[in-house]
């Protein structure tokens, strides 16, 4: 165990099954090949949810900021590759010991052809040696660990009395993040999308209302998870004391505010390296209205370097623009409902 009241992957191969290698494989493999092979878990999209809740989530997550904030947990910037119609990101981080890579897709287009926007494949490997041990699902870790950041920061960051929550964009990434809110007794709140049947499906799972867009920004708190290829929130439509989670601008050219709403608020996000560079905040930044230091991670404020929402009049925004710790905190989750015996995945050798 960490000193520091974390958690950590056992760094040696406690009883996992570690197949022989040449002769096990039938005499297939070459000699140079090695002595062993070791089985890898192979944790599928309903593995990962089944394994881990929207509460539980929300905790890992705080749990992973605080360890990079002390310099517990390592992660290197994202990478992105980009193709015609979206992008690929390799998003590498260790801690708790472990190591991962996560390999991830955003196609805006895709679902008009049947097909999910955010795909790809999270390698895990044991710290200490290196040794491969699960590859998991990308896109369900994705959509855990989006929803509670939010939750996360708007426990943080929002006012104590803070209750009613809009939703803006309720698409994959929209609705974890009110399943997130709603596990953590935020709501009833209001949906927005202009599909009104996206809407209208996540306000019926939660027992929620359906609403325009003026009703979901004049909630508690705001939870914005649109496309960002235009701005949803404006100045004049915030309220003191009001909490923003802006989520769906992740990258670069992308903004779900404007700037002069920006100007107004109080501003918090997951990672200023990152965020300076693809986040909500980069538009103003690259505007030259703001500087690096007005901004505070939320790293800080959980680990009391910072403070967070000073005022009730306040209006807060949090910036998330995604983080492979988040990920490595949901994969570490995964692994120890595999050791507890909650999950049975079937393995592969490779
Ligand atoms: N911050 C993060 O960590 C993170 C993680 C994953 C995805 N994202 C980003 O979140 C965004 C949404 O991703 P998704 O996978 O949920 O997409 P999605 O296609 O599943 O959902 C997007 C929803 O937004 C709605 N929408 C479009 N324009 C809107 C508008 N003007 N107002 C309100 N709603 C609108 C769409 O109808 C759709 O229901 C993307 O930009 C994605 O890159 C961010």
């Known amino acids: 165990?960490?000193?520091?009241?974390?958690?950590?992957?056992?760094?040696a191969p406690t009883g996992r099954r570690v197949a022989l290698g040449a002769r096990a494989l039938g005499g297939h493999r070459p000699a140079e090949y090695g002595a062993s092979v070791p089985e890898i878990s192979v944790f599928d999209h309903d593995a990962v949810l089944s394994a881990v809740g929207p509460l539980e989530a929300v905790e890992r997550v705080r749990q992973a900021f605080?360890?990079?904030a002390g310099g517990e947990w390592a992660m290197p910037p994202?990478?992105?590759?980009?193709?015609?119609?979206?992008d690929f990101r390799a998003m590498p981080a260790q801690g708790a010991g472990i190591a991962i890579l996560k390999w991830v897709t955003s196609f805006p287009h895709n679902p008009a052809a049947g097909l999910p926007v955010v795909t790809g494949v999270i390698c895990v490997s044991r710290l200490a040696d290196g040794e491969l041990l699960a590859l998991v699902d990308a896109r369900s870790v994705t959509a855990l660990r989006t929803g509670a950041v939010a939750a996360m920061a708007t426990q943080e960051l929002a006012r104590e009395d803070a209750r009613s929550a809009g939703i803006v964009g309720c698409g994959l990434h929209g609705a974890w993040a009110a399943r997130c809110l709603a596990?953590?007794?935020?709501?009833?709140?209001?949906?927005?999308?202009p599909d009104p049947d996206a809407a209208g499906a996540l306000a019926g799972e939660l027992g929620w209302e359906a609403g325009s867009l003026e009703d979901a920004l004049g909630c508690d708190v705001v939870t914005c998870v649109?496309?960002?290829?235009?701005?949803?929130?404006?100045?004049?439509?915030?309220?003191?004391?009001?909490?923003?989670?802006?989520?769906?601008?992740d990258g670069p050219g992308k903004a779900e505010a404007e700037l002069a709403a920006i100007g107004r608020c109080a501003l918090f996000c997951d990672e200023w390296r990152q965020a300076?560079?693809?986040?909500?905040?980069?538009?103003?930044?690259?505007?030259?209205?703001?500087?690096?230091?007005?901004v505070t991670e939320l790293g800080a404020v959980l680990t009391g370097e910072a403070s967070g929402r000073t005022e009730d009049d306040a209006i807060t925004l949090f910036d998330s623009t995604g983080l492979a710790i988040q990920d490595l905190t949901i994969c570490l989750a995964v692994l120890e409902a595999e050791r507890a015996g909650a999950l049975r995945p079937p393995t592969v050798r490779l």
């Open 1 to 11: 165990m960490r000193g520091r009241g974390g958690y950590c992957f056992p760094l």
């Open 66 to 68: 605080v360890e990079y």
């Open 78 to 86: 994202k990478v992105y590759l980009d193709a015609p119609d979206g």
């Open 183 to 193: 596990a953590a007794e935020y709501g009833p709140g209001v949906c927005f999308d």
């Open 226 to 249: 649109t496309p960002g290829a235009e701005p949803v929130v404006t100045a004049a439509g915030l309220r003191p004391g009001q909490h923003l989670n802006l989520l769906g601008a």
């Open 276 to 294: 300076s560079h693809g986040g909500e905040l980069a538009g103003a930044f690259e505007a030259g209205m703001l500087v690096g230091e007005q």
